[in-house]
């Protein structure tokens, strides 16, 4: 089989599995008896040693099998979920991810000795086996043992009427298409042990039923059936004129199908036996020649909820919802999103130089076309935004995790909250933002949290809470890292960086709190005394910094002494085209982000002042500095006493005024990078193609400013 072409799916879905056996086990964890957590466990591992057996992955396919006989064993209640356990399993998912991202890299999977987590897991089963009770069925001392075709028979688990109850609805369509000369069929699939991808047989098996009848339910739902959430069996029931034969003809034409079970449902009369039709092999033809067949067991709880089906004339087709669900959403490489930004910015770029061309030349004609154009353009725009845009919650979701082993590891008690998930972002910000939350909330857990001795001194709660909040604001996104620790102490901050020799001792005792606190974002600064994995080694915090700067974003902290922190960024929605103001200087045209500014101005030659030796204006009672373009530029300025033009920008609690020659107007603009070449100019965060084809650099307000 050439793998390759399905290299990237597999990659994707088991990063997506990895999670949610991550999130799975967290949840366990926390509640050890919810069965419906340990069910999804145990899909997601079945689920992943499918796919990695497919692919010739065997390494990971053994790994996976043997937790999966853990879990399996935990679903029938033959272990009990203990830490001993949950730690083996958690260090099952992290060598699963060291051995598919080395398969990502082209390495080979073995390069990470599972035997020893194997070895493990083979003695939690022995151990707890031989523990178990000598009166448990035979069919239960396997630990991954599949459901047989010796179940008990249906009659004694559900009505005497049907194999598996019915509703009134269902009676009444079965009842209804006997008028037609057509009866109801019950059908119970069991796939072959080897079948590894169950849900394209499961598809198979219904539409080879759709040729010759209707089917109005699947045991479990078709929604189940698709996501692989069944083991080996499941049911259908449908109307058909065909018989019961030839039913089992159609199911048994599908490969890696072992046995299907009919019965014709009669309303109102005791079933009949149900014959069996089996995949024949060497070793299981005679016996199930000369075995009589059992009656079908649903393979879902009788207290389940069933969704109702629809009116007798127009009865549920499962095949049907399936191939509906089907396509509703499909995998898009990021470079072709990448493409079609560009061209999508492209298209702005012309877009903005036809209307210009339209206002030299007053070509009317052109004018109304482009006013329908740019509708056009801006909807296209938003759509494009739209399918680049991701939850939060693809790096809010590995950070759980991370909270409990370094909760561990600090001998802490920690309570991890997050909010607004949902929250979306440009996939290019989404790549770049997990490293500095993990940054922040490791600071949180180590310097911000108190032991839980020392919180309950100061008459706290023993267990800290630590949030991760995401929520949009404008046109931008806030994330914050919050705690209830202990705070950050301005005056040690000041004694720390005069002790480092950042600052002298006049310099620290000239800043306010805010600001000295601030610090802590300074390279080379900690606070902790001794170094160790969590924190301590100097770098961090100003790699949030410029990290979060480099994506246009703010990162700033309010702190309270003894009451907690919180660290604030603030983040575009998007890095691609932006709302901006041009302005200019001399003959050059700027760019400033609509985003940091404030307002802009004009004022008198007069109105401004001078502070300590620096320009300054008043604005509404308000101090704001001065910083002249032409002199942060050195470009040469011919000065003269007229009006002056003033941009009042912001970058976190900082504010400016820069003063331009002239205004030209807000314009939608696309941002391109700078390149390498360039990438030691501060000033500028990239620059823009005009309509005209002049390339207008873009302000970094954030830089300017501080």
Known sequence: METNQYMDMFLDESHEHLQSLNDGLL?????????????????????LKGMSATMGYNKIAELTHEMEDVLDMLRKEQLAVTGDIIDTLFKCIDSLEQMINNVANGDPEDLIDVSELVA??????????????????????????????????????TSADTPVELT?????????????????????????????????????VMNALEEVGEVIRTIPPAEDLEQEAFERSFEVILITASDEEHIQEAVMGISEIETAETQVIELGSAPKPAPV????????????????????????????????????????????????HAGQSVRVDIEKLDTLMNLMGELVINKVRLEQIGQVHRLSELTETLEQMDRVTT??????????????????????????????E???EINLTIEGEDTELDRTVIDEIGDPIMHLLRNSLDHGIEMPDEREAKGKPRIGEVGLIARHEGNNVVIMVTDDGKGIDADIIRHKAVEKGLYSQEEVDALDDADAVRIIFLPGFSTAEKISDISGRGV????????????????????????????????????????????????????????????????????????????????????????????SLMVPHVKDTKELFVVVVHAGDSKAGIVVDKL??????????????????????GATVLGDGRVALILDVATMLN
């Open 540 to 631: 961090g915090m100003d790699v949030v910094r410029s990290k979060i700067e480099s994506l246009s974003g703010q990162v700033d902290v309010e702190t309270r002494v003894n009451e907690g922190s919180v660290f604030k960024i603030k983040l575009p929605l998007t890095l691609a085209i932006i709302q901006a103001m041009l302005v200019q200087v001399q003959a050059e045209m700027y760019a400033i982000p609509l985003a940091s500014i404030d307002s802009t101005l004009s004022v008198q030659p007069s109105d401004i002042r001078t502070v300590q030796n620096n320009e300054v204006i008043v604005l509404r009672g308000e101090i704001i500095p001065i910083i002249r373009m032409e002199e």
């Open 410 to 412: 600090l001998n802490k």
């Open 664 to 685: 030209i107007g807000q314009q939608e603009i696309v941002i391109k990078t700078l390149g390498n070449l360039f990438m030691g100019l501060k000033m500028f965060s």
């Open 379 to 408: 909807d296209l725009q938003n759509i494009v935004m739209k399918v680049r845009m991701v939850p939060v919650s693809q790096v809010f979701n590995r950070f759980p995790r991370m909270v409990r082993d370094v909760t561990k």
């Open 27 to 47: 949840g366990l964890e926390d509640n050890a008896e919810d069965l419906s957590i340990l069910n999804e466990i145990f899909r997601n591992a079945h689920t």
């Open 168 to 204: 009134d609805t269902e009676k009444s369509v079965i009842a209804e298409a006997s008028k037609n000369g057509m009866h109801g069929i019950y059908l119970k699939v069991t796939l072959a042990e080897s079948c590894l991808l169950k849900s394209a047989r499961s598809y198979m």
């Open 120 to 157: 493990k897991l083979t003695a939690i089963m022995r151990g707890e086996k031989a523990a178990a009770p000598a009166a448990q069925p035979s069919t239960e001392t396997a630990p991954a043992a599949e459901p047989t075709t010796t179940a008990t028979p249906a009659a004694a688990t």
């Open 277 to 324: 039709v089996e995949q024949k092999s060497a070793s299981t033809s005679a016996a199930t020649a000369t075995a009589p067949a059992p009656a079908p067991k649903p393979s879902a709880p009788a207290n389940k909820p069933t969704p109702p089906p629809p009116p007798p004339q127009n009865p549920a087709n499962a095949a049907a919802q399936k191939k509906s």
